[in-house]
């Protein structure tokens, strides 16, 4: 599953960007994963300015 450090994501937004199957979204102040959606790609990983997105097993 993907998991979204909070304390290092700067909600640039550039992860909901790049999502082509429209599985995050910027809530307030938190990024949230639709796991049903979200294909693991990892494109949103490559992106992020931050450093804020990995995969975990
Ligand atoms: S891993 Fe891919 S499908 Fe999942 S949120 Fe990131 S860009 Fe979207
Ligand atoms: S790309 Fe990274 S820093 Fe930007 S909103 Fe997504 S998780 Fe946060």
Known sequence: MLVIDRYKCAYCGACISVCKFNANELVETFVRVDEEKCTLCKMCVR???MGAISVEE
């Open 47 to 49: 992106v992020c300015p």
